[in-house]
């Protein structure tokens, strides 16, 4: 990409925001069920590899976590439309609280899906998702976060898991070509 690559979100505001995140979800989680509740955390991978271990190293109740993969999108900035569950094994979750984990939410398809398992196929007692970055005018399933640390308008975005072509998922800001 013969572009320039832009800061939307610098690191340290990134990082403080995923704190502050990370308060929000642990006074979700004590105001219901107290601290001592155990809670599945599920990591789409890949992009949600730096949120995760980010977030995850401030919640406060006993935390387990878990690894999925899924893929709806093609290569470059196209999503093909179609998810594909790549790895869905998990330990039984049946009467857990599972918070799922994601870098991006746009058209909503995958997290629906994902949601869905968790709830129907799982029988997880309650579902939540947190989202890095939400791209509220690319939804096209009537689906929200739980819990979101910013919003992001139409571009598209490259950091802090990240991707452009598997490319720039290291970078530790959210930036865009420009
Ligand atoms: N960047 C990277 N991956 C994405 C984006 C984006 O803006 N939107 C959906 N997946
Ligand atoms: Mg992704």
Known sequence: MDKELKILVDSEKLIARIKELADEINGYYEKNYGLNEELTIVCVLKGAVMFFAELSKYLNMPTC?????????????????????????????????????????????????????????????????????????????????????????????VGFGLDYNENYRNIPYIGYFE
């Open 65 to 157: 976590m878990e690894f999925v993969s899924l893929s709806s999108y093609g290569a470059g900035e196209k999503s093909s439309g179609k998810v594909s569950a790549l790895n869905l094994s998990l330990p039984p979750l049946e009467n857990k609280n599972v918070l799922v984990v994601e870098d991006i939410m746009d058209t909503g398809l995958t997290l629906k899906f994902l949601l869905d398992f968790m709830k129907t196929k799982c029988k997880a007692k309650d579902v939540k998702l947190a989202v890095m970055c939400d791209k509220k005018c690319a939804r096209k399933y009537d689906i929200s976060p739980d819990f979101y640390a910013i919003d992001v308008d139409d571009k598209f975005i």
